[in-house]
Structure formats: structure tokens, C-alpha cells
């Protein structure tokens, strides 16, 4: 049974960083492509960037420019840099193995205006 943990959220003030890690318990992750989601209460689960197995990045259009993916595959890890934090970006982020049914738990990301 594959396990993600995330770890890196909290409050933190209009304009201001977070990184967000995921780390996974399989080391045959590496292989898998990756995503970031986020749910906002009342809101739907979306995709707020991706980085498969190669490296190659793709981002959702309201965080491009702040947000920056990336994977340690050493440490079977992935990472979410967000800055320039907006009040809009508070939600719950998730770390998903894409096409598969693996989630982690989810770390709360709250920016104050």
C-alpha cells in the first residue's frame, strides 16, 4: 500500500512563500507522474500542477509564475514552492499519483489578507 504524507502548510500572509512536500513510501514512485491538487470549502478538488516522471512541469493558469513543482527522486519526494501567496490560493493541498488512486492526507494552507 502506497502512503503520501505532505507537510509544509500553515498560515501565512498575503504575498508571502510556502513549500509544500509530499513524501512517498514507495521508492517506485519515481516512475509515476505527479500532481498537486487544492479544494477550497464548497469548491471542487483541481489541479494546481503536475511534474511526470521526466521532469517535464505544467501548471494550472491562475498560478503560473508562483508556484514551481518539483521531485527529489532520491528522496521520493515532491515539492510545491508557492509564492507571492494570495488569499484565493487558502485550501487544502493534496499530493496525488496521477492515473492511480493514491492520495495523501492533505495540508492546510491558509493566506490572510
Known amino acids: 500500500q502506497v502512503q503520501l504524507v505532505e507537510s509544509g502548510g500553515g498560515l501565512v500572509q498575503a504575498g508571502g512563500s510556502l513549500r509544500l512536500s509530499c513524501v512517498a513510501s514507495?521508492?517506485?514512485?519515481?516512475?509515476?507522474?505527479m500532481g498537486w491538487y487544492r479544494q477550497a470549502p464548497g469548491k471542487r478538488r483541481e489541479l494546481v500542477a503536475a511534474?511526470?516522471?521526466?521532469?517535464?512541469?505544467n501548471y494550472e493558469d491562475s498560478v503560473k509564475g508562483r508556484f514551481t513543482v518539483s521531485r527529489d527522486t532520491a528522496k521520493n519526494t515532491v515539492y510545491l514552492q508557492m509564492s507571492s501567496l494570495k488569499p484565493e490560493d487558502t485550501a487544502t493541498y493534496y499530493c496525488?499519483?496521477?492515473?492511480?488512486?493514491?492520495w495523501g492526507q492533505g495540508t492546510q494552507v491558509t493566506v490572510s489578507s
Open positions: 496525488h499519483v496521477l492515473t492511480t488512486s493514491y
Open positions: 514507495e521508492i517506485m514512485l519515481k516512475f509515476k507522474d
Open positions: 511534474v511526470t516522471s521526466g521532469g517535464s512541469t
